[in-house]
């Protein structure tokens, strides 16, 4: 074994301009195997990158911005999960899974690299720890869905608002949160007024300020005090996917070119 090939990119120095979490935990060999098929996307706003049951055409390793995972029922939607720069979009590739199972949409905008779903599927195969570093990411994603679920009926409106907002500005990297309060009371599931109201008590109490369309979170861990349980339980679940993280942020670059 080649002394690089077990060494995860976001330990080695300087570290590669390259900020999502899975891939910065792939080692340099691993990384190659995919190089070549990764292609640098803006993500705007609003824009859906796969629907729900359709073929899975394109994988995405998100690096900055938010992307919601959204699942319907006669009608009603409700968002399961957020990708952030620790996921990727349609990970269950890796499953063996063909179609996929959230409509995409993004949330913020930001960056991601793309790969299509047989090249993947290529680079699975010649190496084994690519579809391991997946799995894991799945599983937690899975944790998500199900900590969602629990949560939307066993807890309080300013609970599940505070872990969400948490949530998200631990996939962002950051505590500004460019999103309406209409957009809140659509992915929660719940009534714009009780948005509006816990939004307004968690400003007075000096957590957030509100502006048009933006909300800064100010007072981050007194925020994460006002969550319900699944918050802690979702993020111990992503750990594995987010430790290192701040290691990749460099932007100093090895020689790996993204074509």
Request: glycine content about 8%; proline content about 3%.
């Amino acid at each position: 074994m080649k002394q690089d090939e077990a060494i995860p990119i976001c330990e080695l120095v300087p570290a590669p301009a390259i900020r999502n979490g899975i891939l910065t935990k792939l080692s340099l060999s691993d990384f190659d195997s995919l190089r070549s098929y990764l292609q640098p996307i803006v993500l705007d706003r609003g824009s859906v990158l796969n629907e729900a049951h359709r073929e899975i055409e394109f994988i995405y390793f998100v690096e900055t911005g938010l992307v919601s995972l959204l699942t319907f029922s006669r009608g009603n939607i409700l968002e399961t999960g957020l990708v952030g720069r620790h996921g990727a979009v349609d990970a269950s590739i890796a499953l063996g899974v063909g179609t996929s199972i959230h409509k995409s949409v993004v949330l913020m905008p930001g960056k991601a690299l793309r790969v299509r779903g047989e090249d993947l599927q290529r680079s699975m195969q010649s190496r084994p720890l690519v579809r391991e570093r997946l799995l894991h990411y799945v599983q937690s994603l899975m944790i998500h869905g199900a900590q969602t679920a629990l949560c939307g009926v066993r807890h309080e409106l300013e609970q599940r608002l505070a872990s969400w907002l948490c949530l998200a500005c631990d996939a962002l990297g950051h505590e500004t949160l460019a999103i309406t309060h209409d957009h809140l009371a659509f992915i929660l599931g719940l009534r714009r007024p009780g948005v509006t109201n816990a939004l307004m008590r968690f400003e007075e109490l000096g957590l957030v300020r509100k502006a048009r369309g933006v909300l800064h979170v100010r007072e981050r861990r007194a925020l994460e005090q006002r969550t319900c349980t699944c918050y802690n339980a979702i993020m111990t679940a992503y750990e594995p996917a987010v430790a290192g993280r701040s290691a990749s942020l460099g932007a100093h670059k090895l020689s790996l070119e993204i074509r």
